[in-house]
């Protein structure tokens, strides 16, 4: 990485060398440094200094935001993905950033008429299901049964191990195994 960074800044470099490259950066950074996201808008900024197109605005994630996004100036897109600045997911950022570059990707290269492009706007189906164990097992197939990869766990432990008025909920959890798990 430090190789190409350092052939990026070289400053022999001619204005249209990278004429033909498009891109897209996406930037996590902490709002609590003063270059925020700072390598981002560097590297954009140079991307287009030396000819190249940007397809959609740089997006840009802190970690410090409750919910992952801060609209600025140089992401007002994005601000149509939220009311009052707020999003409800953690990753609020992230995924109306894959919509727009998704968007911009299809109107460079549509797909055919029957294709359906997919969205990242929902949430994905859940890997887990955990419900109390009532005995009754409501017409979901035992997984037990039809894959010996899953096993069934007890929950032994789940205490939140940080402070009561932080924001995140980061918790101490173990379970127990009556088989032998690897």
């Known amino acids: 990485m430090t190789t190409l960074w350092n052939m990026l800044l070289r400053s022999d470099l001619p204005n249209d060398i990278l004429e033909d490259l498009h891109f897209a950066v996406f930037g996590l950074g902490d709002s609590t440094y003063e270059k925020f996201c700072w390598p981002a808008k560097k590297l954009s900024r140079r991307l287009v200094a030396l000819g190249s197109t940007q397809i959609c605005h740089r997006g840009e994630g802190d970690d410090q935001h409750y919910f992952g996004l801060v609209v600025t100036p140089a992401t007002p897109v994005l601000a149509d993905f939220c009311a009052d600045n707020i999003v409800a997911r953690i990753?609020?950022?992230?995924?109306?950033?894959?919509?727009?570059?998704?968007?911009?990707?299809?109107?460079?290269?549509?797909?055919?008429?029957?294709?359906?492009?997919?969205?990242?706007?929902?949430?994905?189906?859940?890997?887990?299901?955990?419900?109390?164990?009532?005995?009754?097992?409501?017409?979901?197939?035992?997984?037990?049964?039809?894959?010996?990869?899953?096993?069934?766990?007890?929950?032994?432990?789940?205490?939140?191990?940080?402070?009561?008025?932080?924001?995140?909920?980061?918790?101490?959890?173990?379970?127990?195994?009556?088989?032998?798990?690897?």
């Open 91 to 182: 990753d609020g950022a992230l995924n109306p950033w894959i919509d727009q570059l998704s968007s911009a990707l299809l109107e460079m290269y549509p797909l055919p008429d029957c294709a359906i492009p997919a969205t990242v706007s929902g949430l994905p189906p859940p890997r887990v299901i955990m419900k109390p164990n009532d005995g009754t097992n409501s017409g979901i197939p035992d997984p037990l049964s039809l894959d010996k990869r899953f096993h069934l766990a007890k929950l032994r432990y789940n205490r939140r191990i940080t402070s009561p008025d932080w924001y995140q909920d980061v918790r101490h959890i173990e379970f127990s195994f009556d088989d032998e798990v690897r």
